[in-house]
């Protein structure tokens, strides 16, 4: 079964732009979507077929995906998008979530 | 508005079985797909498998094959997760989530059911 790579933390200064990765192989060819948790909550999806926002989720959340990596965008990061980011996608019929990444903003 | 409502935190101890569930309402059950996520103590998100409730078409994980078995009651609509026998490494936060085919993502999300095994 395929494996999806996150880093385990990334750090951004409010206001500044974070990017997060997803790796894995042939990602690009693969459907990949993001997921937002917060301390104590339930996932929250914020990016789906790569780089589509539901409704309700911010313009400054973006997403890209291409050859082996997805990455998701917070441009203008504010203290409230301080969580766990979790990237997934499909390998045939099978689900698969990447590690988790822990976002600070500080 | 789409609410999946879980059954509440069980306490077990090894080696007991558990049946644990996911309510779906607002939305017709039978046209989306659950999932099962599961979530050690701070550790990401694990995809145990899915069911299509409306024919019961269940696809499971290599690693969670055979450790669980995933149903659903479509009169009822619910789906359930449950185990024959508990061990303390399945202490963790279970979620239900419910498959957008059209998106191939998890737009509603239940509210987590914590399982704890201890002796």
């Known amino acids: 079964s395929s494996e999806l790579t996150q880093p385990p933390s990334v750090s951004v200064s409010p206001g500044q732009t974070a990017s997060i990765t997803c790796s894995g192989d042939k990602l690009g060819d693969k459907y990949a979507s993001w997921y937002q948790q917060k301390a104590g909550q339930s996932p929250v999806l914020v990016i789906y077929q790569d780089t589509k926002r539901p409704s309700g989720i911010p313009e400054r959340f973006s997403g890209s995906n291409s050859g082996n990596t997805a990455t998701l965008t917070i441009s203008g990061t504010q203290a409230l998008d301080e969580a766990d980011y979790h990237c997934q996608a499909w390998d045939g019929s099978t689900g698969v979530f990447g590690g988790g990444t822990k976002l600070t903003v500080l | 508005e789409v609410h999946l409502v879980q059954s509440g935190a069980e306490v077990k101890k090894p080696g007991e079985s558990l049946k644990i569930s996911c309510k779906g309402s607002?939305?017709?059950?039978?046209?989306?797909?659950i999932a099962w996520v599961r979530q050690m103590p701070g550790k990401g998100l694990e995809w145990m498998g899915i069911?299509?409730?409306?024919?019961?078409?269940?696809r499971y994980s290599p690693s969670f094959q055979g450790q669980v078995t995933i149903s659903a009651d479509k009169s009822i609509s619910t789906a359930f997760l449950q185990w024959s026998s508990l061990k303390a490494s399945d202490t963790a936060m279970y979620y239900c989530?419910?498959?957008?085919?059209?998106?191939?993502?998890?737009?509603?999300w239940g509210q987590g059911t914590l399982v704890t095994v201890s002796s």
């Open positions: 069911i299509y409730p409306g024919d019961s078409d269940t």
């Open positions: 607002g939305y017709s059950f039978t046209t989306y797909r």
């Open positions: 989530a419910r498959h957008h085919g059209d998106w191939y993502a998890f737009d509603y």
